[in-house]
């Protein structure tokens, strides 16, 4: 993770605690992945997006698995109807807020606290973003956003109105912001490529998945 800063890393490893409860269980599962064998570590992700980093864990943890992302690969890929009843989340759906949405223009901004299931949605939809993160992997999502794959803009932590409205306009009227939407587009035609098949990353990961856990046991 190249210029990653200590501002960047996820919240509970900032911490200055070494028996915070979030730490300890990142260093135990990390640990239990490596020495423990499972089967596979399956990533909502897509090979473009994150090619360095899961090359990385590649290297150090069992088969990993990038299959995102799981919205449009289940778009993509599923025909049943019944099973495209099924979503990928565990909540439940706020249809008034995606009537707003869909009222509003076409490539509009999105202002975003950097949860990876928005970033990823922002990036498969591309559409750039306004980030605002908190807390948890939100800094870490945020950085990327902004200087890896150049479709974000950070708001500063002392949040004002006219910086809001300043970071708004520069993404729908200026020089930078059409550079945003630009990438923005290009991510959206990568993660699009990644979910189709036949040669798509994601559908080839899938693949290997299925081939790996549920075939080749019964061959």
């Not at 036949?198 to 549920?214: M, R």
């Amino acid at each position: 993770m190249k210029n990653i800063r200590l501002r960047d890393l996820p919240s509970f490893i900032r911490t200055t605690n070494p028996a915070e409860f979030m730490l300890e269980f990142v260093v135990h599962e990390t640990e239990r992945a490596r020495t423990k064998a499972p089967s596979a570590i399956i990533l909502n992700t897509f090979d473009a997006l994150e090619h360095d980093v899961l090359a990385a864990l590649s290297a150090i943890l069992p088969p990993v698995y990038s299959i995102g992302s799981l919205s449009l690969l289940s778009h993509n890929q599923i025909t049943d109807p019944a099973l495209k009843s099924i979503s990928s989340s565990l909540w439940k759906e706020e249809t008034e807020c995606l009537r707003w949405l869909d009222a509003k223009q076409p490539n509009s901004v999105l202002y975003t606290h950097n949860g990876w299931n928005s970033t990823l949605e922002s990036i498969c939809s591309g559409v750039p973003m306004i980030c605002w993160p908190f807390f948890a992997e939100q800094q870490t999502n945020c950085k990327f956003a902004c200087d890896e794959w150049g479709v974000g803009m950070e708001i500063d932590s002392d949040v004002k109105r006219d910086e809001v409205e300043g970071l708004v306009r520069e993404l729908m009227e200026g020089g930078k912001g059409e550079e945003m939407r630009r990438r923005a587009a290009e991510w959206k035609t990568m993660a699009v490529e990644a979910t189709t098949a036949p040669s798509g990353s994601s559908v080839a990961n899938l693949d290997k998945l299925v081939q790996a856990l549920l075939l080749s046991p019964c061959q």
